[in-house]
């Protein structure tokens, strides 16, 4: 019986313990940021940003229209030092999706796109002479605890 007793009482401290701990933390996690670098060739600038306008933007506000996004930016470098990217693409999710999840927004994408995979490997090709993605990287925003 004092076994038992112990062992409840044990899980009432527990019980009323995670929320404290919880609040003990000094931020909480926020949206995630993906920012893709890109390099724009020589002399291409005007017909990328054209590009950016009318078709990757019209992406991203379908996303955000979709709720599978909380917003989007086209940031230009304006003091870029030798190697860094002219131009920062930046989209931030609330949460990664589940791989099925991201296989069903793909698809939902490359039939608002017209195209299928390999149409949009290629279209992704024929930008090679405006631009050169250099990477990209995800971020998690620290938020303050509540």
């Known amino acids: 019986m004092t076994r038992t007793m112990t062992m409840a009482l044990c899980a009432c401290a527990l019980a009323f313990a995670s929320p404290a701990l919880a609040q003990d933390r000094a931020a909480r996690l926020g949206p995630l940021w993906n920012i893709g670098t890109i390099e724009v060739n020589d002399g291409q600038s005007e017909a990328y940003l054209r590009w950016l306008?009318?078709?990757w933007r019209g992406n991203q506000a379908f996303a955000r229209e979709q709720g599978w996004i909380l917003s989007y930016?086209?940031?230009?470098n304006t003091d870029a030092r030798d190697g860094e990217p002219d131009l920062y693409l930046i989209t931030t999710?609330?949460?990664?999706?589940?791989?099925?999840?991201t296989d069903r927004r793909?698809?939902?994408?490359l039939r608002r796109m017209?195209?299928?995979a390999?149409?949009?490997?290629?279209?992704?090709?024929?930008r090679l002479t405006m631009r050169r993605q250099m990477g990209s990287m995800t971020l998690r925003e620290m938020l303050p605890a509540r």
């Open 106 to 109: 793909d698809a939902i994408m």
């Open 118 to 126: 390999s149409g949009a490997d290629q279209q992704s090709a024929s």
């Open 93 to 101: 999710y609330a949460d990664e999706p589940s791989v099925a999840e």
């Open 114 to 116: 017209q195209t299928n």
């Open 53 to 55: 306008n009318d078709v």
């Open 73 to 76: 930016h086209i940031l230009s």
